[in-house]
Nanobody
Framework: QVQLVESGGGLVQAGGSLRLSCTAS????????MGWYRQAPGEQRELVAS?????????????NYADSVKGRFTISRDGAKNTIALLMNSLKPEDTAVYYC???????????????WGQGTQVTVAS
């Protein structure tokens, strides 16, 4: 099995910053990509940022961001530690949501990869 553990959520004033972290552990052969999603009350879960590749291989890192966070959020990955981070600057009240870590993982002894999710961490931005 694969576990994703998130940390770093909390309450911050508008304009402030937060840093989220997520570490994947368990029966991992290779992580294809990881990312952050968020879900606000009454809304669908949406992609915030994703990253493919890592800094321990020759695969180039590729990042993707939602238009609403471009220029404010930065996703990074430590491949050796199966960890990603999301640095969120210039936070706005509309960024308030539960943030979920996601990883597409190929497990040892399993033919195909699968998606795994963290338990979510609350981010609240006060105006």
């Amino acid at each position: 099995q694969v576990q994703l553990v998130e940390s770093g959520g909390g309450l911050v004033q508008a304009g402030g910053s937060l840093r989220l972290s997520c570490t994947a552990s368990g029966n991992i052969l290779h992580i294809n990509h990881m990312g952050w999603y968020r879900q606000a009350p009454g809304e669908q879960r949406e992609l915030v940022a994703s990253i493919t590749g890592d800094d321990t291989t020759n695969y180039a890192l590729t990042t993707n961001y939602a238009d609403s966070v471009k220029g404010r959020f930065t996703i990074s990955r430590d491949g050796a530690k199966n960890t990603i981070a999301l640095l969120m600057n210039s936070l706005k009240p509309e960024d308030t949501a539960v943030y979920y870590c996601n990883a597409n993982v190929l497990q040892i002894g399993v033919i195909s990869s699968g998606d795994y999710w963290g338990q979510g961490t609350q981010v609240t931005v006060a105006s």
